[in-house]
């Protein structure tokens, strides 16, 4: 179980090519990277989570603190190791890695399906699509005729280093390409575990309310980028783009802003510019690709 959300661990998590072939849990990335994995030899398997053992009492470190709170920073350092060599291999092919996340609804992945067809002719794209169960997602993806990979966390609310890392095996990018993370619809695991992504980009839609910045500031704090969508109903719900744009800066200073439509297509030459700016640019959090996008002329 990972301690930090509650949610099960990643034994159960799946991932699929889509075409009816399995794909074999790699403990590495083609062209000699490697990835950390613990192997204890009584017959267990740790995929990346630390698993306790429960005694009778509470487990404490000896200084009075539950044991959980370092069980956690266990977790998350584990997970960072395997992000930093994620994005260290991304970096090394010069693929620039885009972790998108919202709560379910928000329109991700309409608004993936149209920058695939709007920019498709102009960027190499593949997409690591996650989701708990089905591939229902994944299936609009590949219509667009772009490669997809599908992880199905299971019980787990978030993607991790660990999982990425097999996503990307499964679906092996182009060098020089763009790959869009789906993330499993949730404002609140996704923002705590790096993936080794070039940057965090943050979907909520105008029927969700414009307190969100407010209700989940880790998402907000974590974000390079936050769009606003479905911009066409507006009209038709009470939605203060200015109060959440202030609300999301207050957070994060930095953060860029926009507000589109997936929809009709208000707003996406923004986006389209973000996507398509020089990587090395990026306000990520994590390192900057040192590689040039690939655009096509």
């Known amino acids: 179980m990972c ?24 403990h590495g990335h083609a062209a000699g990277a490697d990835h950390v994995h613990d192997h ?3 017959g267990g398997h740790d995929h990346g989570h630390d698993h306790p053992h429960t005694h009778a009492g509470p487990a404490e470190d000896g200084h009075g603190t539950p044991a959980t709170i370092t069980l956690e920073q266990k977790v998350l350092a584990k997970n960072d190791l395997l992000a930093a060599r994620n994005r260290g291999w991304l970096e090394g092919r010069g693929i620039r890695a885009l972790n998108v996340m919202s709560s379910p609804g928000a329109g991700k992945t309409t608004l993936l399906v149209r920058t695939i067809r709007d920019l498709g002719d102009r960027l190499t794209i593949g997409v690591v699509e996650g989701d708990q169960e089905t591939s229902l997602d994944a299936d609009r993806i590949r219509a667009t005729g772009r490669k997809v990979i599908q992880i199905n966390t299971g019980s787990g609310c978030h993607l991790d280093a660990d999982m990425l890392q097999r996503g990307l095996t499964a679906l092996d990018p182009e060098m020089g390409s763009t790959v869009f993370i789906e993330n499993v619809g949730n404002l609140v695991c996704p923002a705590l575990f790096d993936l080794g992504e070039a940057a965090k980009v943050v979907v909520i839609s105008v029927p969700e309310g414009d307190d969100k910045p407010q209700k989940y500031p880790h998402m907000f704090m974590a974000a390079d980028l936050v ?12 939605f ?3 109060k959440c744009r202030r609300q999301a800066r207050r957070l994060n200073p930095g953060v860029e802003f926009l507000t589109v439509s997936a929809t009709t297509g208000e707003g996406l030459a923004g986006w389209y510019d973000w996507i398509l700016k020089d990587p090395g640019s990026s306000t990520a959090h994590g390192a900057a690709t040192t590689q040039p996008l690939r655009v096509r002329a």
């Not at 509650?6 to 790699?26: A, Q």
């Not at 769009?227 to 009470?238: F, G, Q, T």
């Open 227 to 238: 769009i606003v969508n479905k911009s066409d109903l507006l009209p038709y719900v009470e």
């Open 40 to 42: 204890p030899h009584d």
């Open 240 to 242: 203060d783009v200015e």
């Open 3 to 26: 301690s930090t959300c509650g949610c099960g661990d990643d034994g159960g998590t799946r991932v699929s090519t889509l075409l009816g072939t399995p794909v074999v849990h790699d």
